[in-house]
Nanobody, 116 residues
Framework: QVQVVESGGGLVQAGGSLRLSCAAS???????MGWYRQAPGEQRDWVAT???????NYAVSVKGRFTLSGDNAKKTVYLQMNSLKPEDTGVYYC???????????WGNGTLVTVSS
């Protein structure tokens, strides 16, 4: 049974920082892990991705402010978010792409609120 669990969301003032964590279990190997976010009334947008080799990619809107890192063996990733803006507000969803069944698994999300 695959589980993806996020933590670390909360309320922060603009310019502040937060660190999100995500741990996946029940998966032998993965191709990518990462984060999406969904602002109120908006679609879910991709934020960042990391491969088992540590290669990362970021959405233009967060590049230079967010840093994604991970522990491959533990299937855990961390999203360090600095210089937060009100437009970063939303529910952040972690995902993992399994190389066993080629399915994408999602967590339930963690809310990030950035006040101006």
């Amino acid at each position: 049974q695959v589980q993806v669990v996020e933590s670390g969301g909360g309320l922060v003032q603009a310019g502040g920082s937060l660190r999100l964590s995500c741990a996946a279990s029940g998966i032998i190997s993965f191709s990518t892990m990462g984060w999406y976010r969904q602002a109120p009334g908006e679609q879910r947008d991709w934020v960042a991705t990391i491969t088992p080799g540590g290669n990362t990619n970021y959405a233009v809107s967060v590049k230079g402010r967010f840093t994604l890192s991970g522990d491959n063996a533990k299937k855990t990733v961390y999203l360090q978010m600095n210089s937060l803006k009100p437009e970063d507000t939303g529910v952040y969803y972690c995902y993992i792409n399994s190389r066993t069944d080629w399915m994408k698994y999602w967590g339930n999300g963690t809310l990030v609120t950035v006040s101006s």
